[in-house]
């Protein structure tokens, strides 16, 4: 059964989460890609205020499609977080909380999840359709330039994710391909 969490999440809730826990999400995350956090990392080295607080927030993977009728966005499936592992642990350092994409993460990105009490969510791939039903709404919050990169603010509910890696470092991309192995 899911875990059901009304974000903004906290402390207690990313306790209490483990490595492979079903989870749905309602509330208001933040979306970016490769390029806004480039930018974000730009200001961070220049020891400039970013134009968002990530402060307890959770940022998704996404750069989603063209809304249909009736939809608040096109499909909006996960891009793959290795991408962003230059600067997630500059992120996690300023108190985002969590993160949402799909695939492995690195060593350094882990480790700045422990040491923040951070958790990653993986998104299923190849269901873009299914997870924009979730959106309700976004709003843009900067890089506007970017298009289908820049940061916006998704009203979500019951988003469909999985604890990837929790906030002891538990990772599922290193503990259940273990239990699959036929030789």
Do not use: W
């Amino acid at each position: 059964m899911a875990k059901k969490i009304t974000l903004p999440i906290t402390n207690e809730d990313i306790k209490n989460l483990k490595s492979g826990d079903s989870v749905l999400l309602t509330g208001t995350i933040l979306t970016g890609r490769d390029a806004a956090h480039k930018r974000l990392f730009e200001l961070i080295e220049q020891g400039k205020e970013l134009p968002i607080n990530v402060n307890g927030e959770l940022i998704y993977y996404v750069g989603p499609a063209p809304a249909k009728e009736g939809y608040a966005v096109g499909p909006a499936g996960p891009t793959s977080s290795y991408r962003m592992d230059k600067y997630a642990p500059a992120l996690l350092d300023l108190g985002l909380k969590g993160m949402i994409g799909k695939g492995a993460r690195s060593k350094e990105v882990i480790d700045a999840m422990v040491r923040n009490k951070c958790v990653y969510f993986a998104a299923i791939g190849g269901a873009a359709a299914l997870i924009a039903k979730s959106i309700k709404s976004e709003e843009i919050l900067c890089y506007e330039d970017l298009g289908t990169e820049a940061v916006r603010r998704y009203v979500v509910e019951d988003f469909p994710c999985i604890v990837a890696i929790d906030c002891e470092g538990n990772n599922v991309y290193e503990t259940e391909p273990v239990k699959y192995r036929v030789f």
